[in-house]
């Protein structure tokens, strides 16, 4: 919607002052603002309860481990009691005669398959460790002299009345175990041995608790696994996992062919043995999963976060724009207020050039009137008609500069001699009146300071209303005003002093506030310096005030050097 003005004082307010490259900027800061203040918590807050996630789903299936293994090893261990309370309820039978029959073991054979499938076959031994009677898949094995083998030496030897052996091949060659148990008649002992299939054992395990979470597996003291999974290994093949004996129930970390293997041991009772769980593939796919649920949980609130941040952007860029149109119409009411204040010594400015074109005007028509004589030459007119000439450019630069500060421009950022733009206000607006007000301008500029890339336009402002206030403060006596520019590592500073009455304490906490003046009604609005602060704060500088009563105000601009 562009505005038309009604002459030339009257701009329209439909431009801003910032272009469209400033909100882009203003919207990208604001953006990565609310960002880091509301995004980038809750996204830290995510990896962080993520991580969390992860370190409690790790303890959870490592307690989890632990107690698979416990409870498994605790089964395993009754299992064994009870296949060895199988042979002690036989051997302590009284049917038992001394010399039983091939019937007799072949009946209890059947008992022991009928209250556990893992048993494989059954043998009786004399004193003299001889296989008397034997009953299974292996008839060869009967009469075999086991005297010399190291299972029947350490039951014979032994303080207790039983043994599990690891597992080993035998005279079978083929792998298996062996639970024996002993019974001592007056000086003579018989001996049952039977024999286990660890493949049965092993479906046993995979029928206890958690066995679908985990991977078990049997070795011994020595690492030779006893029953383990084809995938795994074999049996009397050596486990890459060997427990420590000295802990009973563990749990452990190892690197294996550069992975990490989390496993639980736990060792029987009643064999030196180790029952180790690691974690199935499946039940770790299962853990994978509730981590992505809490990914995609986290995803969608930030989304919704970004769609917030992203219309919230939208609407603090909206009420800049306002507010920077509330500015801008603010400033320019300023500067009429201040162009204002200075209009009779611009009238002055150019009544002085039209009274001089009256007067050349006023001699050309006498010298061309013929009551005075002869005409005159045209070139004794020429010097006349140059000099109405220089007038009129005169009249048309007094109100060039006029509109320059009246009317409303872009804003517009580049680089600008500040010595130089000072004296366009000073020479252009305030000469004459500081003439006939018999107020001594002093310029002390700085020749070293550099072009400072900044708003020409809103600084000449700024001059403008504290130089403004500088001569009013003099109220029509004999004063000075001085200005002088001056630069340092990080800033160029401009000092306006004057020679006035100074400001009094109670109203220096007040002076930047708009629409506080100590002007007489009718000669101040009390926007001037509250402009002028707005201006140089949005320029990345300050502005500081000195002043002290009957002696004058110095302020001091501070421009940082970009």
């Not at 701009?11 to 203003?26: A, G």
């Not at 089964?75 to 199988?86: A, K």
């Not at 010595?419 to 107020?439: A, P, R, T, Y």
């Not at 402002?461 to 004999?478: G, M, P, S, T, Y």
Request: proline letters at 3%; charged letters at 25%; a negative charge.
């Amino acid at each position: 919607m562009p505005g038309t003005a009604s002459n030339g004082l009257s701009p329209s307010f439909d431009f801003l002052h910032l272009d469209k490259k400033h909100y882009r900027d203003f919207r990208r800061r604001n953006f990565i603002r609310l960002i880091f203040t509301y995004l980038a918590p809750l996204i830290l807050i995510s990896v962080y309860f993520y991580f969390q996630h992860g370190v409690m789903i790790s303890e959870g299936r490592q307690l989890r481990l632990k107690a698979i293994a416990e409870n498994q090893s605790n089964m395993f261990d009754l299992f064994l009691t009870e296949r060895l309370n199988n042979l002690r309820n036989i051997v302590n039978d009284p049917r038992l005669e001394s010399r039983p029959t091939q019937v007799q073991i072949d009946s209890y054979l059947g008992r022991l398959k009928n209250s556990s499938e893992t048993f494989v076959d059954l043998g009786y031994f004399d004193e003299t460790g001889v296989q008397k009677i034997y009953s299974g898949p292996y008839p060869s094995l009967e009469k075999i002299d086991y005297s010399n083998e190291s299972w029947y030496i350490s039951l014979i030897d032994g303080n207790d009345d039983f043994i599990i052996t690891d597992i080993y091949l035998g005279f079978r060659q083929k792998p298996h175990f062996t639970i024996a148990v002993r019974k001592n008649t007056n000086d003579e002992f018989t001996v049952l041995r039977a024999t286990l299939d660890p493949g049965k054992i092993y479906e046993y395990i995979r029928s206890l608790e958690g066995a679908n979470e985990v991977i078990s597996y049997i070795v011994n003291q020595e690492g030779y696994y006893q029953i383990v999974t084809s995938h795994l290994g074999t049996a009397l093949e050596t486990s890459s996992i060997v427990p420590p004996r000295d802990v009973r129930l563990g749990i452990e970390n190892i690197e294996l062919n550069d992975k990490s293997i989390t496993f639980a041991y736990s060792w029987l009772q009643n064999a030196d043995w180790a029952l180790i769980v690691q974690q199935a593939d499946d039940a770790v796919s299962f853990f994978s999963g509730s981590g992505i649920r809490i990914i995609s949980v986290s995803a969608i609130f930030i989304i919704i976060s970004l769609i917030i941040i992203c219309v919230r952007t939208q609407k603090l860029v909206e009420i800049q724009i306002e507010s920077d149109k509330t500015k801008a119409q603010l400033e320019h009411a300023a500067k009429l207020a201040s162009v204002g204040e200075l209009a009779a010594g611009i009238a002055h400015e150019i009544n002085n050039p039209l009274a001089a074109i009256n007067e050349e005007a006023g001699l050309m028509k006498d010298l061309l009137s013929p009551e005075y004589g002869n005409p005159v030459q045209c070139k004794e007119i020429i010097p006349h008609l140059d000099s109405i000439h220089d007038l009129v450019f005169r009249c048309r630069d007094i109100t060039r500069k006029l509109m320059g500060f009246v009317r409303k421009t872009d804003f517009d950022i580049k680089k600008h001699n500040i010595n130089k733009l000072i004296d366009e206000v000073v020479d252009g607006l305030f000469s004459h009146e500081m003439m006939v007000s018999n107020i001594e301008l002093v310029k002390n500029y700085s020749n070293d300071i550099p072009e400072l890339k900044t708003d020409g336009h809103q600084l000449q402002q700024v001059f403008l209303n504290v130089i403004n206030n500088a001569v009013d403060a003099i109220e029509n006596r004999r004063g000075t005003i001085t200005i002088s520019t001056s630069k340092n590592e990080k800033s160029i500073e401009i000092k306006i002093s004057d020679s006035g009455k100074g400001i009094e304490p109670d109203s220096m906490g007040k002076i930047f506030m708009p629409f506080y003046t100590t002007k007489e009604v009718g000669k101040g609005t009390g926007l001037g310096l509250s402009v002028s602060y707005g201006i140089i704060k949005n320029l990345g500088g300050k502005i500081e005030v000195k002043s002290e009563m009957g002696k004058g105000t110095t302020f001091t601009l501070k421009l940082p050097l970009i």
